[in-house]
Nanobody, 115 residues
Framework: QVQPVESGGGLVQAGGSLRLSCTAS????????MGWFRRIPGKEREFVAH???????NYADSVKGRFTISRDNAKNTVYLQMNSLKAEDTAVYYC?????????WGQGTQVTVAS
């Protein structure tokens, strides 16, 4: 089954940084708008950021100025650089196309920010 593989999560102190990666295993992400989403405990999955194939980006207000999404089509990989992390960023992070395809959700990667 074709699914993205997210990695790079972990435990970090508030104010720290992490870089997430999403590799579109078995499927090229080139030509698709790709996005990062997250599921905060007790809440619905929410949009974080997306990047058009041409490189234009868009962010949720809660992460604007702290997170940066980028992509490397040659590596079939989308990244999320997360700086100035806050406790409220604790979540499982997922990537998917935008709009998301219900059958394309991967396992996600856990990000835990200790305050």
């Amino acid at each position: 089954q074709v699914q993205p593989v997210e990695s790079g999560g972990g435990l970090v102190q508030a104010g720290g940084s992490l870089r997430l990666s999403c590799t579109a295993s078995g499927r090229s992400s080139s030509g698709y708008t790709m996005g990062w989403f997250r599921r905060i405990p007790g809440k619905e999955r929410e949009f974080v950021a997306h990047i058009w194939n041409g490189g234009l980006t868009n962010y949720a207000d809660s992460v604007k100025g702290r997170f940066t999404i980028s992509r490397d089509n040659a590596k079939n990989t989308v990244y999320l650089q997360m700086n100035s992390l806050k406790a409220e960023d604790t979540a499982v992070y997922y990537c998917n196309t935008v709009p998301p395809v219900s059958t394309y959700w991967g396992q996600g990667t856990q990000v835990t920010v200790a305050s």
